[in-house]
Nanobody, 126 residues
Framework: QVQLVESGGGLVQPGDSLRLSCAAS????????MGWFRQAPGKEREGVSC????????YYADSVKGRFAISRDNAQNTVYLQMNSLMHEDTAAYYC???????????????????WGQGTQVTVSS
């Protein structure tokens, strides 16, 4: 059974950093496009970042460009999301997701992704 397990969330202050991890079992992440999504209360789930399997190309939502960085450690079968300069509006539950495909064609719709983690909460509060 495929499992994606996120970790690394927490309560931080504006300007702080966090690194989220997404560890997989039963699939090899290097063959999948891996996305990070977030969902705040009362809002739709939105794609934050994605890394493609084929060429390692990356996608970032405009709201996080220059602050977040996605990476993959194939040996650990884990994908990371480094989040810097966190802001109040980054507060949300963060989910990782996997699909075989290209980020540019799948990131716009969460329904394109086949496998999901349970989520980890990020709260940015002063």
């Amino acid at each position: 059974q495929v499992q994606l397990v996120e970790s690394g969330g927490g309560l931080v202050q504006p300007g702080d950093s966090l690194r989220l991890s997404c560890a997989a079992s039963s699939i090899t992440l290097e063959f999948y496009a891996m996305g990070w999504f977030r969902q705040a209360p009362g809002k739709e789930r939105e794609g934050v970042s994605c890394i493609s399997s084929s060429d390692g190309s990356t996608y970032y939502a405009d709201s996080v460009k220059g602050r977040f960085a996605i990476s993959r450690d194939n040996a650990q079968n884990t994908v990371y999301l480094q989040m810097n300069s966190l802001m109040h509006e980054d507060t949300a539950a963060y989910y990782c997701a996997a699909v075989i495909g290209l980020c540019e064609t799948v990131i716009a719709d969460p329904n394109n992704f086949d496998y999901w983690g349970q989520g980890t909460q990020v709260t940015v509060s002063s």
